[in-house]
């Protein structure tokens, strides 16, 4: 093949989307054939993951454990700074 023949097959993404007929993708095609047999319940919208919090620990704990690290490293690295040696 020429270049030439490479120009004129370049494809062109705006014939492609005024096609009429588009071919679904690969996972819808096997998602309408799992469902065709099995149709999926009825899912809420925006469901809520149920969560099992450790040890009945508040979210917060984690956050303050954090900063009282953060803390504890500034005051350590403030107080080699004012140290003689």
Known sequence: MSDRDDDEREFDITWADGAEHKEPSARARMLAARWKENP????????????????GRSPWVSTAVVL???????VLLGYSNFRPY
Do not use: K, L, T
Request: hydrophobic share 35%; charged share 25%.
């Open 68 to 74: 009282g690290c953060v803390a504890a490293v500034i």
């Open 40 to 55: 999926p319940g009825p899912v809420p919208f925006r469901g809520e993951p149920e969560r099992r919090r450790s040890a």
